[in-house]
């Protein structure tokens, strides 16, 4: 049989990886949990029409053409299904047909796979797990909003600090200061501008005065302008000033300017130094309308964003109502990649078992069997040897696995059940299977900055 060769750009990770990945997620949930928001799973699959209507990450889904087949008929394009490329458009979809049993504001995050046909390169994936957080309502959405989503993803990575996970820097912007802003200096096409700025980390500033000229017909001094907006950065109302200066005023601009410096001011209140505004930051998806945000890891800026979203405002109808929204998407498979890749983060083993109950001899196994089932009855992950081998290599077995302690049962007519071994310094004593604990620390897999 042929060796395996791994499959570009669908990550599988080592157990302790995956560890590193559980715990990165739990981290997550708890503190989204902890603002409010209930967790829900949408299906994998959309209606391709949907998808391809909402910005040009369209160009990337993955179609499936047999799930809809009969009698060997294709389906037409209008009947299509493709996998969805992120959460936010299935969750449109999951608030317009459930709007009638969701109580608004409706607040919840979702930890799903998605999956796009690009290209794969470094922190970049065709299969990959987000975790995202929204709220939406009917109508209108305060704006307060708008400061909660950050603030609740930046208080999440302030505690996954703790397990060596690098600061964050959450960048923001408003897609109304933005528009006001194109449209003031005269040009048309704001979609087309945003996604060219939106690749000014790329290309760089000539690049993009390049593009701007070539690709949405802005003169010279148009490109320029959209360049000095693209400079301007700030935590605090001066950023008004920067913007003020380059002497365009349209209502749509001061609008999208105020709500960006209640953003910035209202986070930096609640978490200090983390969320900045950035006037380059754009997103390249058209259905954001407000507030965009982008994260990357401090001292890791080269992989690009780790967590990003916006606000959006008519991506949501049932027919009756418009349900406004805000939220972000944190992803998870590119942070871990790059936590593994340069050894930032370590699991203290890659399995949950605690405790390897050894075996004196096959006849015997009951006994050992007998030892972890009241083990586990207290919450303890424990396994029974494999083989009734010699318990030198018994201990080997669990010392190549991390398993941190080995329980010898006690001899044929010996009083009690036996003792545990502590295999990292070797004490060794009587315990009881229905009262002894280990340390805290040992009894799940430790996730912890490496060594």
Request: with cysteine.
């Amino acid at each position: 049989m042929a060796r395996p060769v791994p499959l570009s750009g669908f990550p599988e990770w080592l157990p302790e990886g995956r560890a590193v990945e559980t715990h990165l997620l739990e981290v997550l949930t708890s503190t989204f949990e902890l603002y409010g928001y209930a967790g829900i799973e949408t299906r994998a699959v959309e209606p391709l029409d949907a998808l391809l209507s909402k910005g040009e990450t369209s160009k990337e889904v993955y179609v499936l053409r047999r799930l809809q087949a009969e009698d060997g008929v294709e389906p037409s394009s209008t009947d299509q299904l493709g996998l969805h490329f992120d959460l936010t458009v299935p969750f449109a979809r999951y608030v317009a047909e459930n709007s009638g049993r969701l109580a608004f504001p409706f607040k919840r995050y979702q930890v799903q796979k998605a999956w796009r046909g690009e290209r794969p390169q470094d922190g970049r994936f065709r299969e990959f797990t987000q975790a995202d957080l929204d709220v939406v309502a009917p109508d209108t959405l305060p704006a307060h909003y708008e400061v909660e989503v950050p603030v609740v993803v930046a208080a999440a990575f302030e505690r996954l600090r703790a397990i060596g996970v690098p600061p964050v820097r959450i960048a923001v912007n408003n897609r109304r200061l933005a528009q006001g802003f194109y449209e003031g200096v005269g040009l048309a096409d704001v979609d087309g501008t945003l996604r060219v700025i939106d690749k000014l980390d790329k290309i760089g500033p000539e690049g993009v005065r390049a593009a701007l000229q070539a690709e949405v017909g802005a003169s010279p001094e148009q490109a320029q302008a959209c360049l000095d907006l693209a400079s301007i950065t700030g935590s605090d109302a001066s950023v008004a000033d920067a913007v003020l200066a380059l002497g365009v005023r349209t209502p749509l601009l001061e609008q999208g300017l105020q709500e960006l410096i209640t953003l910035v001011e209202g986070a930096q209140a609640q978490v200090p130094g983390v969320v900045v505004a950035d006037l380059k930051i754009a997103r390249g998806l058209d259905y954001y309308t407000g507030s965009v945000y982008e994260t990357t890891l401090v001292g890791h800026e080269a992989l690009g964003s780790i967590c990003s979203g916006g606000r959006y405002d008519s991506l949501v109808s049932d027919g009756s109502h418009t349900y406004p929204g805000v939220g972000m998407s944190v992803g998870v498979s590119r942070l871990v990649s790059r936590l593994l890749r340069d050894g930032l983060v370590q699991a203290s083993r890659g399995v949950p078992t605690a405790v390897l109950v050894a075996v004196i001899d096959e006849e015997r196994r009951a006994v050992s069997d007998a030892i972890a089932g009241r083990l586990r009855a207290r919450g303890i992950p424990t396994e029974v040897a494999p083989s009734a081998a010699k318990f030198g290599k018994q201990i080997r077995h669990a010392d190549r696995r991390n398993i941190p302690y080995v329980w010898f049962p006690a001899g044929e007519g010996a009083a009690g059940d036996g003792e545990v071994k502590d295999i990292r310094s070797g004490d060794q004593v009587a315990a009881d299977p229905d009262g002894w604990l280990p340390p805290e620390a040992d009894l799940r897999p430790q996730v912890r900055p490496a060594d």
